[in-house]
Every structure is written in C-alpha cells, then in structure tokens.
C-alpha cells in the first residue's frame, strides 16, 4: 500500500540528531489506529465464544456494543465528514450494514465487518508510519558534527548545519563526510556505497567530489564544502522519497473502485424496498424487514471477501517462501507489472567483492596458490574490502597464510609487507609502476575491460602477477531475468551507479541488453519515470539507499532483505527476505493467479446476490434464508481463495515465471 510521508519530517529529523541517535521506529500501539482496532478485536474475540457456548445475551451483548464502538467510530465519523463533502465512501456504507445487521439480530456478523475494516486502517497507518519513520532516520547518516579550518590553521568542531559553501573541513580516517564538497588535500578510499551503489570503495585525491555522510577510509582529507547541508545528496534523496510517495497515484483493489457507485445505488435501493411497499399499505414492520433483508443480502461483505481471500491467501504463501508483501493492494498491483528495472550491486550481483582470477605473470616462478599466500599474508592486517576479498580468496582454498611483518598501508595505493623475508606490495597497478610494462598493462586492461578491479603484486620489486576482483553475479540472475522477461514481454532494465563497463560486463552474463550505468538517485528516479510516462507499470527491484527514491516512484517497489538499507527496506513495497532473486518472478506469478481468483469470486458473489436480491424483490425472501445465502456465499468465495494457501500454488507460480 502507498505510503504518503508528510514534508515536515526532513525538519523534525534534525533536532534528533545530537550523537549516535537511535533508530527511529513507531511503536504500533503508539498509532490510535492500532489501539482502536487491537481493542475492537478484544472485544470482539471475549464476545464470540460466549455466544457461541449459549450464555445469555447480557453477557456478551455489550461486549459486542464495544466491539462495535471501538471500531467503527473512527471509520464512521470519515463516513460522515466525507458525506459533508458530498461523497458516500465504502467506510460508511460498511458501518451503517454492520448496525443493520445488528438491528435484525446478526449481531456478531455485523462485528466481524467491523473488526475487519478497523484492522485494515490500522495496518494502512503503520506502514505509512513506519516508513516515516525511515526516512527521517536516513539523516542519520551524516555526521552530527564536522571539523572545519579555521583561517590561522585551527580546527573547531561546529554542527554539519552551520557549514557554509567554501568552508574547509578536515575528514579523518574512519570518519563520515560531513557535507558535500570536494578534496582539496589528501587521498583515502572512500565507501560511498549509500550514493551510488558501487561495491568497492572509491579512490579519491585533490579534485575529486565526496558525498555528505559516505565512509572514509585510512587517509585524511581536507574538502572544500560546495553544498548547503539542506541540499546534500542524502537530504535530496529524502525529498525525493517524500515526493515519490506523495505524487504517486493511489492505487485501490478493484472493488474500491466502482465502491461509490455501489454505495449510492445501494443505499437509494434500500431506501426504495422500504419507503415504496410502505406506500403502499404495507405494515411498518414487513417494510423495515424487508429493507433490512435487502440490506443484508444487497450488503458488499461478500464482494469484499471476494477480493480480500485470494490476496491474502497469496501474501501468506509468499510469506513462508521468504517474501514479504507488505498489503493486499501491493500483491494485486505486483501482477500489474509489465515492465522491470534491476538495481545491479546487491540485487544482480551479492553485493561484496571476489577474487575471480589468479594471473601469476611469466617468470616469476610462482604458481596461482603461491601468489594468492604472498597476496593474502600482505594483505591481512588491511581492512579494505579488496584485503577482505583476497584473504577470503586464499582462505577458501586452504592456502595457509605466513605472518607479515613491517605492514604499511598508503590510501590509494595499496600495502607492503615483509612476507617469508620478501618484500611484497599489493595495490593499483598505475600506481605501484613507475614505468609501464606491456605485459602487465595487457593483463590488466584484459582484466578492467571484463569489468573487473585489477590488483598488482610485486615481489621485491618486481611485478609477480595480478588479481582479478569483481562482485560476483548471483547464481539466479540470469534465470530472473529471462523469467522476467517472459512474464512481461520486454527484457529489464539495468540502473546501476556502478562504472560503466564493470555494469555492462555483468548486463552481459545476466542477459540484459538495456543498461544505464554512472547513475545517481535522482537519475534512477528519472529513468523509472521516464518508463512510466510511456504508460508502463514498473517493478524496480533494488537493495540500497540510493535506490530508495527510485522504488517510491514506482508502480511497484521490491527490496533485497539481506543487505537492504532500513530505508529500502520501509519504502519498497515488498521485501525478499530470504534474499532470493528468483522469488520476485515467482511472485509477480502468483499474484497473477490471485488476480485471476478474485475474477472468478467476485463472479460467484454477484450471482448470489442478485438471485438473494430479486427473490427479495420479486417474492418474500425469509430473513434466515437471506442470511444463510448471503454466508453461504461469502464462505464459498473465501474457501476458493484459501486455494492459494496450499504448497503447489507457490509451485505452479514459479512454474509460470520460468515457462
């Protein structure tokens, strides 16, 4: 369901941040929502099995009365005040159905609607809450604070607010960036994963550009501030998610869409059964009894459980197979899609970097194991994710690494070590050579043109071999988007802020043709409205934060679970959990077959109302009789949609996806 976030919450994100601030997250029962609703289901729930045992009516009769003020108050006082407006909504007609119901001694069917649309708002206002709650802790991000320069060579620590373009700041290693801006003195590696989804950290010197709130790495700089605070990435990226989810068209289940039509003509109808036979002479009673027997079987409850049993039905399955469908709406819309765009870091690829070749140079006399020990044992002591990759790399294969001594690390340029008496370096090839050798540069440039990072290693001096390092595709890749690709006609889109020949290497192997790489978030924003304007509906899957403003855009919004930012995760309308690319095809699938489900109820709810409603009109329907068909009806519907329940729906969905 969409959630709309209010334009305050940028303003009242700053205030909280005074230090490490935790992480902002609404309490349900802090939601009068959720306490209106928790409290109609309680009543609710005490007054059933009372009933239902034969106890008498005072016992369970004003549990019931508070069931039903509980819960309807709140929907019924939206009924009225939009009927000032001079609109007759679903809310109303459902509240007034439940007091008839009540009035005709269907007591506890009237509760049920009432407990049933009172959970739904509450739902509704916890995920609008919640992801709220999500962008405001995006600012978190950035640092409280900064050092900034003072003229005489001073430094002083001042609230990121109060920076002003052409401040210089001093970033330590370890340290986040504290405002846009760009180096002035320095060079580090610096982790800007959160803009631009790039998964190995970005070399910076004097000139390039850094990024409010991205990591920095061993080396200090000094940056020149060339922004605001209030007109950072991060705080653009905040806006954009405001305004995505603001401006984006509220989508609503099909019955809500003819629900005001249905609405009028009911309530005229009822009002008709009545008032004409009592014009006619007919007792006032005959008249009121028929009228509310028209009401009752005439009433939307089974239309509704037509809708609501196949959707949720599906949600649960989805569930158990790792996927989280946030509402109904989202898994009806889920099989709206006709068009896909694919995050690449983290959604395609696993999102942490690989050794995936071992080059060992012509004489150097060392074999691909030997390489990797010299490597690994230089590159231990490092924490940067390309050491990371390479220890992995060695440990994976049972390499047993010596110690390292004399270990030094320069940003920018790689390690040295003293390794089983040699001297051993391990960094970028252009910055380790004075020179450039044509064998080395060959391998290399074979190396960077199949997108991948390359690593020199010298020994003693000497050049030994390279590494090949990448983020590996996820094993399902392919098979996702060839399964995409049959469910909605047309190949997915690649949106990466990745390099673009690492992106369109790794389009290749996955079987995308369409890839637009170099991208920062509002450039993803454009590119999914850009496909939207030519009247696709657009499932974008992604994982970070850079691809939040993209996923609140969309028609449809999927996150990767495992690595996903909190504020992906509270944006995107449905989680993969499990972090399984191929659920989002099975998925999109089974809500396909949900969708179709919901057709054929509400084809059986529509048969059953109108013989109920014509023998009621044309004959004398018995009130019992009215009821039971009317039940009858809405368990028929609701058992057809627990089909999707089952274990071989979710098998026939993933099916459908690959065939």
């Known amino acids: 369901m969409t959630s709309t976030l209010t334009p305050q919450s940028v303003e009242r994100a700053k205030p909280a941040r005074t230090g490490a601030a935790p992480r902002r997250r ?30 008498p009516a005072w016992a369970w009769g004003p549990l019931y009365a508070l069931s039903y003020a509980t ?92 920076l002003a373009v052409g401040d210089i700041v001093l970033v330590r290693p370890g340290e986040r960036v504290g405002a846009d801006g760009r180096v002035l ?38 940056v020149r501030v060339e922004r605001d605070a209030s007109d950072s990435v991060i705080a653009r990226i905040v806006r954009m998610v405001e305004e995505a989810s603001e401006t984006k068209a509220p989508t609503q289940l099909f019955i809500e869409k003819v629900e005001q039509r249905y609405s009028l003509g009911m309530v005229a109808a009822t009002l008709a059964v009545f008032l004409v036979p009592l014009a006619f002479g007919e007792q006032l009673t005959d008249a009121l009894l028929r009228a509310m027997t028209f009401m009752i079987v005439a009433s939307p409850c089974a239309v509704v459980l037509a809708t609501m049993p196949p959707l949720l039905s599906a949600i649960a399955n989805a569930g158990r197979h790792g996927v989280l469908v946030k509402s109904a709406v989202v898994m009806e819309r889920l099989g709206q899609v006709d068009a896909v765009a694919l995050d690449k870091t983290g959604t395609l690829t696993e999102g942490s970097p690989r050794v995936t070749d071992v080059r060992p140079l012509p004489g150097s006399g060392l074999d691909e194991a030997e390489l990797l020990t010299l490597a690994a044992a230089a590159e231990r002591p490092s924490e940067h994710p390309l050491a990371r990759a390479v220890v992995d790399a060695a440990r994976e294969r049972g390499l047993d690494l010596p110690g390292a001594e004399d270990f030094t690390s320069a940003p920018g340029v790689g390690v040295t070590a003293v390794v089983n008496g040699c001297g051993v370096a391990v960094g970028a090839p252009a910055r380790l050579l004075d020179g450039t050798g044509s064998t080395v540069t060959a391998v290399a440039e074979e190396l960077e043109e199949s997108g991948r990072t390359a690593v020199l290693v010298l020994v003693d001096g000497a050049p030994a071999g390279l590494l090949g390092i990448a983020d590996r595709l996820r094993p399902d890749a392919a098979a996702t ?159 057809n949609g627990l089909r999707l329940l089952r274990e071989p729906a979710w098998q026939r969905a993933a099916a459908e996806g690959t065939g």
Request: avoid cysteine.
């Open 481 to 639: 988007v060839a399964a995409l690709t049959t469910l909605t006609g047309t190949a997915p889109v690649l949106l990466t802020g990745d390099n673009p020949r690492a992106a369109a290497h790794l389009a290749a192997e996955a079987g995308i043709t369409d890839v637009r790489a170099g991208l920062l978030p509002q450039d993803k924003m454009a590119a999914v409205q850009e496909l939207e304007s030519t009247g696709r509906k657009v499932l974008v899957v992604g994982d970070g934060v850079n691809d939040a403003p993209a996923l609140a855009a969309a028609h449809t919004g999927v996150a990767m679970g495992r690595a996903g930012s909190d504020l992906a995760l509270e944006t995107a309308d449905a989680v993969i959990v499990r972090d399984e690319l191929a659920a989002v095809p099975t998925t999109v699938a089974l809500s396909r077959r949900a969708r179709r489900l919901v057709v054929q109820n509400l084809v059986i709810a529509g048969v059953f109302i109108t013989g109920l409603v014509v023998w009621d009109l044309a004959g004398n329907l018995p009130l019992p009789l009215g009821v039971a068909g009317h039940e009858g009806s809405t368990v028929l519907v609701g058992l």
């Open 71 to 162: 819960g309807g108050w709140e929907p019924g006082w939206e009924g009225l005040k939009a009927l000032k407006e001079r609109t007759l909504d679903v809310d109303l007609l459902m509240v007034v159905a439940a007091l008839g119901a009540a009035s005709i001694g269907q007591v506890m069917d009237g509760a049920l609607l009432i407990v049933i649309f009172a959970t739904s708002g509450a739902l509704e206002a916890l995920a609008t809450a919640r992801t709220a709650d999500s962008v405001r802790g995006l600012l978190d991000l950035a640092p409280a604070t900064a050092t900034r320069l003072t003229p005489d060579g001073g430094e002083q620590t001042v609230p990121v607010e109060e």
């Open 185 to 222: 003195d320095g060079a580090s590696d610096v982790d800007q994963a959160t803009i631009t989804g790039e998964p190995l950290p970005a070399a910076k010197e004097p000139g390039d550009e850094v990024f409010a709130g991205t990591l920095n790495g061993t080396g200090a700089l000094r």
């Open 26 to 55: 609404t309490r349900v029962l802090a939601l009068p929502e959720a306490r209106w609703a928790t409290a109609a289901t309680v009543f609710f729930l005490l007054a059933l099995p009372l009933q239902l045992t034969g106890a």
